[in-house]
């Protein structure tokens, strides 16, 4: 098992930056992937960035460029950086890890981009 908690959401205007964390515990050695979704209001939970063990990257289109991934195998934590912000990028960001069987959720956090 994994568990997974976020931090860092909060409340920031069009064109500033905010950067979320996820803090992972458990069985972290089996983890493969880690990854960051958000869920609009109304819309579907999308894709939003990844991070491999061998720390490759990739990015949905829409943040590509202004959002940045990252992982810190000492702290067990991963990171999004994100700049440039827009009021469509408002959602409840989650984070997500997979060990190629299972995939493991946490609770999410809140980004609200105000125009």
């Keep these: 098992q994994v568990q997974l908690v976020e931090s860092g959401g909060g409340l920031v205007q069009a064109g500033g930056s905010l950067r979320v964390s996820c803090a992972a515990s458990g069985s972290i050695a089996s983890i493969k992937v880690m990854y960051w979704y958000r869920q609009a209001p109304g819309k579907q939970r999308e894709l939003v960035a990844f991070i491999t063990n061998g720390g490759s990257t990739n990015y949905a289109d829409s943040v590509k460029g202004r959002f940045t991934i990252s992982r810190d195998n000492a702290k067990n934590t991963i ?16 984070c997500k890890a997979s060990d190629g ?15």
């Design 79 to 94: 990171g999004l950086q994100m700049n440039s912000l827009k009021p469509d990028d408002t959602a409840v960001y989650y």
């Design 101 to 115: 069987l299972f995939e493991f959720w946490g609770q999410g956090t809140q980004v609200t981009v105000s125009s």
